[in-house]
Every structure is written in C-alpha cells, then in structure tokens.
C-alpha cells in the first residue's frame, strides 16, 4: 500500500508555487479553517519538536471528539525513505567506469532495515498523538524526501504543512540545501517551519 501511494505520488505533476509561510505566533490564527495538517519527520530531534508543537497548539482542532470529526481535522505524519540505490559507479581509468551492483541479501537487509527504521519513527510519532487524543493517519514514501513531500502536499490537498529547522550552517545549506527551504518555495500550501531550542539543534 505505501509503495503503491509512493509511485501515485511521484508521478502527480510538480506546482511550483511561492507559497504562504507563516510564522508560530501566525498560526493560531488558521485553526478555524485548517481541514488537514502535515507534519514531516525524520530521525532528528527538531521534527519530533515540530510534531510536538503542533500537537500543543492544535489539539482542539484534531482531537477525536464529536465536534473536531464534524470541522474534519486530521493530522498527517509523513516519513519518507532515501531510495536505496543497488549499484555504485567506481572510476576505472580514462573514460570509463565501473559499476559494483549489490548482491540480494545486501539490499533485502537494508530494506528491512529501513522499514523497521520507518516503524519505529511511526510508532513514537502516534504515542504522542494518542496521549492528547489526535486523529491521526501516518504515511510512508520513498524518494527524495523534499520532493516527495511537496507532491504529498498536493495530492492530499494539505491545508497546512508543518516541518522542522535542523538549523544547518550556511556552507552545508549551499550544498545539500535543507528540506524546509525546499519545501518553503514550491510547497502547494502554507507552510509552517517550526525552529527548536538551541539545545535541540546543538
């Protein structure tokens, strides 16, 4: 079912839109007609902080009562997986290359790896929800996780997104970039970029 949602998601066409970023003292004020909130986690910290944010502030919007069912609240937790790729190209002299394929065994493990990975990331994600009673979905992709997020986003017509700082330095952020800026430029919603304390990011 997730890989059948993954290659749904990965064939919906790209929106590149600038989109509506709010800030958290903004956000109180899109609880009336914020339908479906998606947050993004992955193994740092700070998602789970942005997660547990979320919940704290939204939680007479999403809880599982009569009144939140009826405005149609529903917290999305998304994880993405970085595909495993099964071969790696090695220089073997001028002009050519060398392509080192991974035996089965290699890759099954890693996969199983990966979803175990995945389970548990889920798991702590709805213990939290559960404790304050969240109506909560989760959901797991796999691709490059700042893509696969913003074609998530408008396929499920999000009404907010929410995602974590990792608060990286300015010469990692001009190479690998970070997964909130990304999402921040071509997101097809509002998006909300919670930034944790420093203690977190250190």
């Given at each position: 079912m997730a890989e059948d949602q993954a290659t749904a998601a990965m064939e919906t066409s790209k929106v590149e839109k600038q989109p509506e970023t709010i800030t958290e003292s903004e956000a109180s004020g899109v609880t009336t007609t914020t339908k479906r909130i998606m947050v993004a986690i992955d193994e740092?910290?700070?998602?789970?902080?942005?997660l547990q944010w979320v919940i704290d502030h939204f939680a007479t919007l999403l809880m599982t009562t009569e009144a939140a069912e009826a405005e149609g609240g529903l917290l999305t937790v998304v994880h993405v997986q970085a595909?495993?790729?099964h071969f790696a190209?090695?220089?073997a002299g001028p002009g050519g290359a060398t392509a080192v394929y991974a035996p089965s065994v290699m890759i099954e493990s890693v996969r199983k790896a990966q979803r175990e990975t995945a389970a548990a990331l889920l798991s702590r994600a709805l213990q939290m929800c559960r404790a304050k009673q969240i109506r909560t979905e989760t959901l797991v992709?796999?691709?490059e996780p700042k893509e696969m997020i913003c074609q998530a986003v408008e396929q499920m017509h999000v009404d907010l997104l929410v995602v974590g700082s990792r608060g990286l330095g300015k010469i990692?952020?001009?190479?690998?970039?970070?997964v909130s800026d990304y999402c921040a430029h071509h997101a097809n919603c509002p998006i909300l970029i919670v930034k944790p304390p420093k203690e977190i990011t250190s």
């Open positions: 740092s910290d700070s998602s789970f902080y942005a595909p495993f790729h190209a090695f220089p992709f796999e691709g990692r952020r001009a190479f690998i970039g970070s």
